[in-house]
C-alpha cells in the first residue's frame, strides 16, 4: 500500500518525539504489505476501526495518539487525514477530515 503523505507524520513525530517510532513502524508496515481489504487491516491492526468515507482510525502509542487514513476504494492508496492526541481526535469529525 502506498501511503499520502509520510512527510505528515514526519511533522507530527518532530513535534511530539514520542511517536517516532510507533508512526515509523506503522508506515514501514503498512507500506510493505499489500493491502486488498478491512480484513487484511484488521489482521495487522486488531483495534483499527472502520468509520464512514472509507477512513481508518489507527491507535498510536497504546491509543494516546490516533491516525486517521482515508483508503482508497481498492485499498491500495492511503490519505492521512489526521494524527494528533487522543483529545485532539475527539475534537474532530474524524469521518469529514
Not at 59 to 83: D, P, Q, S
Request: proline residues 2%; charged residues 20%; aromatic residues 10%.
Amino acid at each position: 500500500m502506498r501511503i499520502i503523505s509520510r512527510k505528515t507524520l514526519v511533522k507530527y513525530w518532530q513535534q511530539r518525539p514520542e511517536t517516532k517510532n510507533a508512526l515509523s513502524a506503522w508506515h514501514s508496515e503498512i507500506t510493505s504489505t499489500q493491502i486488498k481489504g478491512p480484513a487484511d487491516i484488521k489482521t495487522l491492526y486488531g483495534s483499527a476501526s472502520f468509520i464512514a468515507n472509507n477512513r481508518v482510525v489507527f491507535n498510536i502509542c497504546g491509543n494516546k495518539h490516533r491516525l486517521v487514513v482515508a483508503m482508497n476504494k481498492r485499498y491500495t492508496v492511503g490519505f492521512v487525514k489526521f494524527v494528533g492526541t487522543h483529545k485532539e481526535y475527539d475534537a474532530i469529525d474524524a469521518a469529514l477530515v
